[in-house]
C-alpha cells in the first residue's frame, strides 16, 4: 500500500540528530563495545532512512528506529563478533561512583531478557509501554522484570 505521508528527508535527519545518543546507549547496552555500537547505530540510521517509506504512522518513528537498531545489534552478535568489554558503559556527563565496575559486572551478568529491559529503560530511557512496544512483550512483562533486575542489581552491588 503506498504511503502518502511518507516520513521526509530533513524529517529523519532531525529525529537522529535528536536520538543519536539514546541511540547509542542502546547499541552500547547491547554491544558492550564503542566501535561496534557507532558502526551498528550508522547502520540502523541508514536502514532506517532508506526504508523510511515503511512506516506506516509517524508517532512510531522512535519504536521503529529502536527496532531496527536492536535487530542490527542482534545481527552483530551472532556473527560471534561479541567482546564482553565492560570498562564503559554509557554515561551522561556525571562521572560513576568508585562501586560502578560492580555495577558494570551485575548488568553484564543478569539474564538476557532481564538486561534488555535494563538497557532499554535506564540506558536508552524509555518508558515501560515503549519497552513493551520494542520487545513485543506486555507491559506487565516489562514492568515485573524491570523490578526483578532491579532486586538482583541491588543485591549483587550492595555485596
Known amino acids: 500500500m503506498f504511503n502518502s505521508k511518507e516520513i521526509g528527508k530533513d524529517e529523519y ?6 536520538n543519536k545518543e539514546m541511540m547509542y546507549r542502546v547499541a552500547f547496552g547491547y554491544l558492550h563495545d564503542e566501535t561496534k555500537a557507532l558502526d551498528t547505530v550508522d547502520e540502523a540510521v541508514y536502514l532506517g532512512y532508506m526504508h ?11 519504536t521503529w528506529v529502536t527496532r531496527i537498531l ?11 563478533k561479541r567482546e564482553l568489554n565492560m570498562e564503559v558503559l554509557p ?4 562521572d560513576f561512583e568508585e562501586d560502578s565496575i560492580s555495577l558494570k559486572l551485575a548488568i553484564n551478568n543478569l539474564p538476557e531478557e532481564l538486561r534488555k529491559i535494563i538497557v532499554l529503560r ?5 518508558t515501560i509501554s515503549d519497552t513493551a512496544e520494542i520487545l513485543e512483550i506486555p507491559e506487565g512483562t516489562v514492568s515485573t522484570r524491570s523490578r526483578r533486575a532491579l532486586e538482583i542489581l541491588r543485591v549483587e552491588v550492595s555485596d
Not at 13 to 18: A, Q
Open 13 to 18: 535527519i532531525s529525529f537522529v540528530t535528536e
Open 52 to 62: 523510511r517509506k515503511d512506516l506506516k504512522e509517524h508517532k512510531y518513528l522512535k
Open 70 to 80: 536492536i535487530n542490527e545489534c542482534f545481527k552483530v552478535l551472532r556473527k560471534g
Open 91 to 94: 554515561e551522561n556527563s556525571s
Open 122 to 126: 535506564y540506558f536508552g530511557g524509555y
